[in-house]
């Protein structure tokens, strides 16, 4: 998983955002680059299955649920 969520907490990340702490923008950087990775790589195989539709719809209904982690 994301070096950032196994290593940091929320709060303590909000803690460096709001201290304006150059830390905060590179743990930023890493999570999203994670998830950007990981996301991709599930649209991939999405298509590769041809199951990009199923796929789309869900992540759509985890977004809308307010799920912190939308990438099946």
Request: glycine share 2%; proline share 1%.
């Amino acid at each position: 998983d994301c070096y950032t969520c196994r290593h940091f907490s929320r709060a303590y990340l909000r803690h460096l955002f709001m201290a304006r702490e150059l830390l905060a923008y590179y743990l930023n950087t890493i999570h999203n680059l994670h998830y950007y990775l990981k996301l991709m790589r599930e649209i991939r195989r999405a298509l590769q299955e041809d199951r990009f539709e199923e796929f789309r719809r869900e992540f759509y209904r985890l977004r809308e649920e307010g799920a912190t982690e939308v990438a099946p």
